[in-house]
């Protein structure tokens, strides 16, 4: 309804009144009741004080007063759309996943992209990781992949995310730097992390400054499961490449567009979507087996590395596209919890020990950020296949059981039961090992694959490269800090190694680090 002059009212100090008439709904208060003047509070004489008894004024201050929610504790800055996901090439023969079997089928999806470090109020440009979160709304259940525009990450163990978000985020004292990569405490934690170093290659690398959202590759990163009728499983790495291909600004241009508009990349989404001119990702696969996987020198339960294209080629076997925009930020962007433990039969896990982290990470959080144990009946978060238990109460519970029964088994052939053939089993996998917290062997190698990223780059992007790294650690003031950044670099390229020295002006290049074991105990002086 568009609301025309014939319903303003001017009021005795020239007031602009709109007022319900014709199509124009009556404005109520929460509890339905017809609200008569929405301008002034109830006073005891036109200049008295305000009435407590003006319930309609109470409500509005009230909700008013709770509309914030705490943000993310990371990728609070985010941007969401809705679309679809179509299958285009059946793994029908190595997974019970129907959005992964049924060609043709289209499933909505629900994708939000995001910064990881910066608050929700920063801006766009940041040199950050982007998040790549994908809610396919199957007929199984929802299927989140949670992914990143980068195919590895900093850390090897989900007990050292606390550490290493602390350290990426504001410093406590000062509350700042915004940007992740320029201060004293990343690159502390990060040089004494050695497991970081090939994230740090990608992060100081063009990846981490997308041109927009819709340039970019998503990954799952870890290595997941397929799971088969049988219960055999292969293995299966997830892609996203993007239809319009991948395009990066360089830095120069990325503070530029941060200065004039920091809001570049969602508004880049919504004009795109709203004009008609859709984002379209593939989804490819990496399968392999064991047999395969033991081949490798790194372990492939290792999230910082990755499997090279090269040698297991991507299977492109669906389509994404965004072709809605939401109708309410709030409601669908910030409230959009999504887990890496919603899966669907046919899917399942490795024993990733960053992915095992995060399958209790994000339900922990959201239960917190979204107010109790009822966020997914908010409409993006549930389901849109049927959906039944006996789960009841807590805060805000809209679906709770219908009658006698809220529980199983019952006599009273009421309310749903488990259905062996049909529902979700993980794979059989034989686990037999001492209690331990050792990493395996083959997690000790944090420098090779940084090497093949370095080198896979083209001249102009090493040097983009290299000009990060010295760009970053210039706002880092502690000069052994920066020096131990220069040792580890000196195990990737040597050449970069210098030319970041030299870009620092470091008095002496020192000593490259030892051959890594986490956590290194013998750093260079
Ligand atoms: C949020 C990706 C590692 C904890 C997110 C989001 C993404 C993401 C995309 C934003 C979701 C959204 O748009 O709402 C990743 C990737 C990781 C990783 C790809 C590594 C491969 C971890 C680890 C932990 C963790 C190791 C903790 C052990 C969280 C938390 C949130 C989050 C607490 C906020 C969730 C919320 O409030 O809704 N992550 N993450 N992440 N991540 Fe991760």
């Not at 319009?244 to 979507?273: C, M, T, Y």
């Not at 076997?317 to 072709?323: E, S, Y």
């Not at 009273?412 to 050792?438: C, F, S, V």
Request: charged share 25%; hydrophobic share 35%; proline share 7%.
């Amino acid at each position: 309804v568009t609301i025309d002059d014939q319903t303003i009212q001017r009021g005795p100090q020239g007031a602009t009144h709109q007022v319900a008439e014709g199509d124009i709904p009556t404005l109520t208060t929460q509890q339905g009741t017809p609200v008569a003047d929405d301008q002034n509070t109830y006073k005891a004489g036109a200049r008295g004080p305000t009435l407590l008894e003006d319930f309609h004024f109470r409500e509005k201050i009230f909700h008013f007063d709770h509309e914030r929610i705490p943000e993310r504790v990371v990728h609070a800055r985010g941007y969401g759309a809705h679309g679809f996901f179509e299958l285009t090439d059946s793994l029908g023969d190595l997974t019970t996943a129907s959005v992964l079997s049924k060609v043709g089928e289209r499933v909505p999806a629900f994708v939000r992209f995001s910064t990881v470090a910066g608050n929700k109020g920063s801006f766009d440009l940041a040199r950050d990781v982007r998040g790549f979160a994908v809610k396919l709304y199957t007929e199984q259940g929802n299927w989140d992949l949670v992914g990143n525009n980068i195919p590895v990450f900093f850390i090897q163990d989900a007990i050292k995310f606390p550490d290493m978000v602390h350290a990426v985020k504001e410093e406590p004292d000062r509350g700042f730097p915004q940007a992740q990569s320029a201060h004293d405490n990343f690159w502390d934690f990060a040089s004494l992390s050695p497991e970081t170093v090939h994230m740090l290659l990608w992060i100081m690398s063009d990846r981490a400054i997308p041109r927009s959202f819709r340039f970019m590759e998503g990954f799952g990163v870890h290595s997941f499961r397929l799971i088969d009728a049988q219960g055999k499983s292969t293995y299966v790495k997830f892609h996203w490449k993007p239809k319009q291909g991948l395009q990066s600004v360089v830095w120069n241009e990325a503070l530029k567009i941060n200065g004039a508009d920091p809001d570049f990349h969602r508004r880049d989404l919504w004009d795109a979507i709203t004009s008609g001119n859709y984002p379209e990702w593939e989804l490819g696969v990496q399968l392999f087996d064991d047999e395969f996987a033991d081949k490798f020198d790194f372990d492939i339960l290792d999230a910082t590395k990755l499997i090279p294209e090269e040698i297991l080629p991507i299977r492109r076997i669906g389509r994404l596209v965004l072709d809605r925009v939401v109708d309410n930020f709030f409601a669908e962007t910030e409230q959009v919890a999504f887990c890496t433990q919603n899966v669907v039969p046919g899917i399942g896990f490795t024993n990733d020990p960053l992915l095992q982290g995060r399958n209790f990470s994000y339900l922990d959080t959201q239960t917190k950020r979204l107010g109790g144990p009822n966020f997914t009946h908010i409409p993006i978060n549930a389901p849109k296949c049927p959906f039944h238990n006996f789960q009841q109460d807590g805060h805000m519970a809209m679906h709770n059981p219908k009658g006698r029964a809220n529980y199983e088994p019952n006599s009273w052939g009421a309310g749903p039961r488990e259905n062996p053939k049909t529902g979700y089993n993980a794979n059989a996998e034989q686990i037999d090992g001492p209690k331990t917290r050792e990493r395996g062997e083959r997690f000790a190698d944090h420098y090779s694959q940084a090497r093949q990223f370095f080198i896979s780059q083209t001249q102009p992007e090493q040097t983009h490269i290299k000009n990060a790294f010295v760009f970053e650690l210039s706002k880092c003031e502690n000069p052994a800090i920066r020096s131990r950044v220069v040792s580890h670099l000196l195990n990737v390229d040597e050449t970069l190694a210098k030319g970041v020295a030299e870009g620092l002006r470091l008095e002496k290049l020192p000593q490259a680090a030892p051959p890594a074991r986490t956590p290194i105990t013998n750093l260079p002086p």
